[in-house]
């Protein structure tokens, strides 16, 4: 399995623009995660589906921000308009659920590094 | 508050010392994860906890739910190993897979 796979790995993009982070899960798993990384705040959640229904986007900063998931290999989190202060790394992550339901470890992809200037 | 607490914030050890990250938790969870994050960037799951131990390779992972304490621990520690460690726990019930996460703790492992 190739893993969980994002793309783009880099995004610099000027204020005021859409910039679409895309993700695909492992095969099979059923939870998928997308995380925010910044030096002042560390790793923060964002949203997170269950069998590609949002169930917790607390904590998604404001309405700029949006996902959405539409099958089972694909999710993607858009922000529109984009700011400075979006600059980030942005993970995404998917978990399995063990056969007694209880939850597995979590399999990282690679991130997304944003810039928006 | 649900808060997650790590110590030390950075740690720099001799290559074959013996290493021991501590991660304390506010409030009841129903697992805590211990997270590498290697110099790049990509992070790594290493172990799931809702009590006991777990051992992999020169890794061990123990909570203790009473005290709301978790211990890293590295043996024989390697350059390799040099990394953020990161402590995320689920707070309250299973059912919720809201993860909040430690500041990390950054260990250099000099040859």
């Known amino acids: 399995d190739a893993g969980v796979i994002q793309s783009p790995r880099h995004e610099v993009t000027e204020m005021g623009q859409e910039v679409t982070l895309r993700c695909k899960p492992i095969?099979?798993?059923?939870?998928l995660f997308w995380y925010r990384q910044t030096m002042m705040r560390g790793l923060e959640l964002l949203i997170y589906?269950?069998?590609?229904?949002?169930?917790?986007d607390s904590g998604m900063p404001e309405d700029r921000f949006s996902a959405k998931m539409p099958n089972a290999s694909f999710s993607t989190l858009k922000i529109q308009p984009s700011e400075p202060r979006d600059s980030a790394v942005y993970f995404c992550?998917?978990?399995?659920?063990?056969?007694?339901?209880?939850?597995?470890?979590?399999?990282f992809g690679s991130g997304t590094r944003l810039t928006v200037v | 508050k649900n808060e997650v607490e790590q110590s030390p914030q950075n740690l720099t050890a001799q290559e074959g010392e013996f290493i021991t990250i501590n991660c304390s938790y506010s409030?009841?969870?129903?697992?805590l994860h211990w997270l590498q994050q290697h110099p790049g960037g990509g992070i790594v799951s290493l172990f799931m906890?809702?009590?006991g131990k777990k051992k992999h390779g020169r890794l061990i992972a123990t909570i203790n739910i009473q005290e709301k304490h978790s211990s890293l621990h590295i043996t024989a520690s390697h350059p390799r190993d040099s990394a953020v460690y990161i402590c995320?726990?689920?707070?309250?019930?299973?059912?919720?897979?809201?993860?909040?996460f430690g500041t990390g703790t950054r260990l250099t492992i000099i040859p």
């Open positions: 906890l809702s009590s």
């Open positions: 409030v009841g969870i129903s697992a």
């Open positions: 995320a726990v689920r707070f309250g019930n299973f059912g919720n897979e809201k993860l909040t």
């Open positions: 589906f269950n069998n590609n229904v949002p169930i917790d």
């Open positions: 095969s099979g798993h059923d939870y």
């Open positions: 992550a998917s978990s399995p659920k063990g056969r007694t339901g209880v939850r597995y470890g979590y399999t």
